[in-house]
């Protein structure tokens, strides 16, 4: 089934995408549509890392609790027909720009492909163009979750994009380690980073989606192809800056109870519990991501 695109929806330009945001994100808020949930944020310094961890508020558990014990309906696809009052915009010629329903960060934008894919399928040139156009409109942290133990929660294939985290204007804290990013079509690993992983440069952003798109796909293929992974994908993280490249196979989607999906490798973990925030404290962020990754393989740093 395919959401079919609507005349009512504007079509984005790079340039509408942030006023669009905003714009979509205050009619959301005052229709009760954009349900944003609440955490208290701390900072966790390592290796130089200001790893952030947002703990949920306790009125936020009490309506999991409440949404768990529901009867279980029919499996719901939210992406096959958005709630219009989330839409951002449309991304021509297969893609949705929509406003991510319970944000934890503020302006979080969901990238879904218009007729249902399968989140764990190969990335295409299609779905780099429309992230591609929306980087350009905001220059911000990109992700994908793919497949259930990456942390996806839909099966309907959605990108991600959210405004730099931080902190001093980084993308992301992990960002501190990609301070100058690669080469492009240089691939590396972050000594920090006792787990599988690879990092790649993308170059100059040119502002153009095709060409920038093109390059994000390019360093995708080369990505995959050092880590040894084919065609029928294992769950993975990928993140991505207009600068840099990280993908992360996933072999498990939690350890001591703490979930972790893409943001936990760019240096952001959300915990549910004061308790479980304390057991990372004593733990640490970086032995976290380590047990939720796969054992380090020797790249060939190019
Ligand atoms: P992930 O959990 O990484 O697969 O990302 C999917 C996101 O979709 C989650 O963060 C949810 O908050 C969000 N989501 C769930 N239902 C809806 C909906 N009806 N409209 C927009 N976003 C949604």
Redesign the pocket.
Known sequence: MSTLPSPLRPLLGPEDLWPRTLSTTRHALSTGALQPIATESRTLEEQGISFQVRVLGRAHLKDDRAKREKPRAAPFN??EN??PD?VVGELPPSHVC??????VVEHHL?IVTRAFEE?ESPLTAADFEALALCMTGLDGLAFY?SGETA????RHK?L?LIPPLGPDGLRAPMEKLLSPPPAREHITTLPVLDFAHAVTGLGQWEASPGRDAARMLEAYHSLLAELGMGQALPPYNLLATRDWMMLVPRPRAEAHGINV?AMGFAGSLLVKTQEQLQQLQELGSLELLRQVSQASIRIRCR
């Open positions: 939210p992406f958005p709630d989330l929509l406003l991510n329903k319970f944000n969901l989140q979750n942390g996806a929660s839909q959605h991600q999906n």
